[in-house]
């Protein structure tokens, strides 16, 4: 079991920065892949930036240059960097990490923090 627990989301004026954390405990050796999702108004889920257990990393095209994901070196912190926001970037997001074993995939999920832009 990976428990985790997202920090940082707050209101904030467009154009404004955002730190998002996420931090991990539990069977951590599980962890292959990180990443981050929002869930939008529109009742969708989607991927906002993903990193590897090997630093690669990929981000949803509404997001890049301005949002930047990261993680120390222990593998048990993920950040995201969230720069100019936009009112499009409000949604609930939440951290996410995947164990890859044979056969399939298992997500641990956060709780979900709160990000809303003002206009």
């Known amino acids: 079991q990976v428990h985790l627990v997202e920090s940082g989301g707050g209101l904030v004026q467009r154009g404004g920065s955002l730190r998002l954390s996420c931090e991990a405990s539990?069977?951590?050796?599980?962890?292959?892949?990180m990443g981050w999702y929002r869930h939008t108004k529109q009742n969708t889920r989607e991927l906002v930036a993903g990193?590897?257990?090997?630093?690669?990393?990929n981000y949803a095209d509404s997001v890049k240059g301005r949002f930047t994901i990261s993680r120390d070196d222990a593998k048990t912190t993920l950040y995201l960097q969230m720069n100019s926001l936009e009112p499009e970037d409000t949604a609930v997001y939440y951290c996410?990490?995947?164990?890859?074993?044979?056969?399939?995939?298992?997500?641990?999920w956060g709780q979900g923090t709160q990000v809303t832009v003002s206009s």
């Open positions: 539990g069977s951590i050796f599980e962890i292959n892949a």
């Open positions: 996410n990490v995947k164990n890859y074993y044979t056969g399939g995939v298992y997500d641990y």
């Open positions: 990193i590897t257990t090997t630093g690669g990393t």
